[in-house]
């Protein structure tokens, strides 16, 4: 079962699975397209979904090695229900023989470019879905239909406003997605700098305390150059934990700036950003998604921090008030 979401081994499995789904995804919207072509592609990619699962599972509890998964499609099935521990606990992959079929068919598809034919197709686009949910909740405990990255970030409350920002989405509310995962985003992102020292290079407080009379003037371009070096030693952060530049540009670029404090409000302003689409909402939900799990699996904790719990329960609970007022 997948009970740490923070452990390499876990994180793997999780990704082939999710990779499963995207196949099996892929292969039910060709398979409603007519024409052979999108057939032959249909069973194809139900076939790669199925093979990337059972690898999953060979992988996830050491059956095989990766580098001894050059293995007919027979032997991949038998190694697994012979496995000892599923042995003992009775569990067998179910529709083993619908999967014998759709090998069959999917050999004909590669090899000799023979389209299946109708009723295969039917049968496929049934079995494979309910294999694919009975091997997710059997060898990984997971529910196959909610299967997202947004299963393992581990912080509740960041997990709910990502959920908020998925279900605008959904709802075609693209600007409200994206200040949800922008915020979500920043919140989590305080982690990266409580894992640095307390203090920048520069201190405003130390600076002017040894400045005999410090003007206004002097004080605010202290204050300045402090909140440049804040921002920079952020960026070096986000870099060195595997947020690309172009992706984070591309991020900036796109969602608005938010002004995070300490009381029940965040301050959102849009200034001069393009009108988003469902696309841009998708792709900055994602980011923000996969990032809060890589900074999990470095070992960092991204959370809403307790001087924003106010503002993120407000947002949780009035999302659809404060978004629409």
């Known amino acids: 079962m997948l009970s740490n979401p923070t452990d390499e081994k876990t994180i793997v499995a999780f990704r082939r699975l999710l990779l499963a789904k995207q196949l099996y995804l892929h292969a039910l919207d060709h398979s409603n ?11 194809h990619n139900w ?3 199925i093979e990337i699962a059972l690898r999953a599972i060979l992988l996830h509890y050491e059956i095989r090695a990766g580098k001894q998964l050059n293995i007919e499609f027979e032997v991949m099935l038998n190694e697994i229900d012979n496995h000892p521990k599923f042995k003992d606990q009775a569990i067998k992959l179910p529709y083993r023989q619908q999967l014998r079929t759709l090998n069959q068919v999917r050999n004909l598809v590669q090899h000799q470019a023979v389209p299946p034919v109708s009723a295969t197709m039917d049968e496929c686009r049934v079995f494979a879905r309910r294999f694919l949910q009975q091997a997710c909740h059997a060898y990984f405990g997971l529910d196959f239909n909610g299967l997202s990255p947004l299963s393992m970030v581990q912080d509740r409350e960041l997990k709910e406003l ?7 989405i959904q709802q075609g509310e693209f600007k409200r997605s994206l200040a949800l995962a922008k915020i979500a985003f920043e919140w989590a992102g305080k982690s990266m700098i409580d894992f640095l020292p307390d203090e920048g290079f520069l201190n405003t407080f130390f600076i002017t305390a040894h400045i005999r009379e410090p003007s206004r003037e002097l004080e605010t371009l202290v204050e300045a150059l402090a909140e440049k070096s804040r921002r920079a030693e952020y960026l070096a952060a986000l870099l060195s934990s595997g947020v690309t530049l172009v992706d984070y540009k591309r991020f900036e670029s796109r969602t608005p700036f938010v002004r995070l404090t300490s009381g029940p409000y965040v301050d959102i302003q849009w200034g001069t950003r393009e009108e988003p689409d469902e696309n841009i909402a998708q ?5 923000v998604v996969a990032t809060i799990v890589q900074w ?11 001087w924003a719990k106010k503002a993120s329960q407000k947002l949780i609970e009035e999302t659809d008030t404060i978004f629409d007022s």
Do not use: R
Not at 162 to 168: H, I, M
């Open 47 to 49: 076939h790669n979904a």
């Open 33 to 43: 397209k007519a024409g052979a072509i999108n057939e032959m592609i249909a069973v």
């Open 296 to 306: 999990q699996a470095l070992g960092l904790a991204p959370a809403v921090p307790e």
């Open 162 to 168: 990502l959920n908020l920002s998925l279900s605008s």
């Open 283 to 287: 792709w900055t939900h994602d980011f």
